[in-house]
């Protein structure tokens, strides 16, 4: 039996055993007991994962990859799978960390980065593969085209290293674009704690209008009086880093 790669559900299946492994090789294993992979498929990652110590739970949703699995690896039971990871509920893991992995499918890859800053003071590590281009965005530094709202958020929250690239020929169906492997590993900066919705608010506003100064491209929030002459706001938003905008939505909840 074989899983047959669905369009709809972005499954590209990674074929490449050294990749395989050096994904699984890009997380730590230390200080959590659990690991949750993110759409499985065949088990390419998920047949080294089970050699480790920690427990290993599987979000997926497609029903033959969960056949296949539960047949192929005797470790893996029906209480090891958790359905569809962006509607997954990590307070059933009553605090407790877990790492996330997986060969993400390109189409909801964001939405799973998201996922992540979400729920990271349960999650202190991420090792995945995404489209190049996300992966790039994820570390991406100011002053850059990559810079934006994804670079901001995920890196007030984790550092990021880009591991290394993954060539389409080895996967199946082959994808149209290159691959990237990053990991985060967990590292809120200090001034988050407290600011998280401002701070939202005030990065995706910004990058919004990104060819803007910050002096427009905020006036949706309505920026407070004391802040209007702040030098930040004669700038744009890709010209600030990210302990920047912590600072200045400290200051923006002091003043208002």
């Known amino acids: 039996m074989s899983v047959k790669a669905k369009k709809h559900l972005g499954q590209h299946f990674l074929t490449d055993e050294n990749i395989a492994r050096k994904i699984v090789e890009g997380l730590s294993f230390e200080n959590y ?28 949703i497609d029903t033959e990859s969960i056949e296949y699995l539960k047949q192929n690896y005797d470790k893996i039971k ?8 962006l509607k997954h509920d990590f307070a059933d893991l009553n605090g407790e960390q877990i ?9 909801i890859s964001s939405q799973i980065l998201f996922k992540i800053i979400d ?11 995404f489209q190049k281009e996300v992966a790039e965005r994820t570390a991406a530094v100011p002053r850059t085209k990559d810079y934006g ?7 007030a929250y984790y550092d990021v290293k880009y591991l290394f690239t993954v060539h389409e020929n080895v996967f199946n169906p082959p994808p149209k674009v290159k691959s990237g492997v990053i990991r985060l590993t967990r590292n809120p900066k200090e001034g988050l704690a ?10 995706k506003a910004g990058f919004n209008q990104r060819r803007k100064k910050l002096s427009n491209a905020l006036k949706v929030l309505n920026i407070p009086e004391a802040l209007k002459a702040h030098e930040f ?16 939505t400290q200051l923006w909840i002091e003043n208002q």
């Open 33 to 60: 007991g659990n690991v949750l992979e993110v759409g499985p498929g065949m088990g390419v990652l998920t047949k080294y994962l089970i050699e480790k110590e920690q427990k290993v739970y599987l979000a997926e």
């Open 78 to 85: 029906e209480e090891t799978f958790v359905g569809d990871f």
């Open 99 to 107: 790492a996330i992995i997986g060969n993400f499918p390109y189409n």
């Open 119 to 129: 729920h990271y003071k349960q999650i202190p590590e991420m090792v995945g593969m």
């Open 149 to 155: 709202i994804l670079s901001v958020l995920i890196q």
């Open 194 to 203: 407290g600011n998280e919705i401002l701070f939202k608010q005030i990065v």
């Open 233 to 248: 706001l004669d700038k744009r938003a890709e010209e600030l880093s990210v302990t920047d905008f912590i600072s200045f």
